[in-house]
């Protein structure tokens, strides 16, 4: 992912919803994701009531709760939280692939934007470095979630968002 990232307007966050799942794998990678992924939404206007957090075991299940979130209706956006470190194994491409296509699988399938936040790396330094240093990844997964939302307001008809 570039750090060269875009500048965007400011979106009134206040009339979204938002359900977020994330990964108790890496916990303080995870937790400084959503620490500011939450602030994100925060400083937008989404009130507390309008965000609802789930926490699965690890990435492999963050698909999984997003589907549970995103087949309730409920919400405008979803976002996908999690850390994934490099190990001695493929296990780690596997459950990236897996989550990626997952996470894709849903936002089509239940015609819900869904925010891929699962940071790839082979370090916990770079690990720590995109979650809770200078890349501030969990701003980006709310900016994204925020504009999504937007447009899913905007060109999602009302009907298809109610079925």
């Known amino acids: 992912m570039s750090t060269f990232k875009p500048d965007y307007d400011p979106i009134d966050g206040s009339p979204y919803s938002f359900g977020i799942v994330c990964s108790r794998f890496n916990p303080e990678a995870v937790d400084a994701l959503l620490k500011n992924t939450l602030a994100t939404l925060s400083e ?7 965000i609802r957090v789930m926490r699965v075991p690890g990435s492999n299940e963050v698909p999984w709760g997003v589907q549970v979130l995103a087949s309730s209706g409920q919400f405008d956006c979803c976002i996908g939280l999690g850390v994934l470190l490099r190990g001695g194994t ?68 009302i009907d298809e968002q109610e079925a």
């Open 44 to 50: 937008s206007g989404v009130e507390e009531k309008n």
């Open 90 to 157: 493929v296990h780690f491409e596997v459950v990236a692939q897996s989550a990626s296509d997952g996470l894709q699988k849903v936002a089509l399938n239940e015609l819900i934007p869904v925010i891929n936040g699962i940071v790839v790396a082979d370090t916990i330094e770079q690990a720590l470095e995109r979650t809770r240093g200078e890349i501030n990844r969990g701003r980006e997964f709310g900016e994204a979630a925020l504009q999504m939302a937007q447009l899913k307001q905007e060109y999602l008809p």
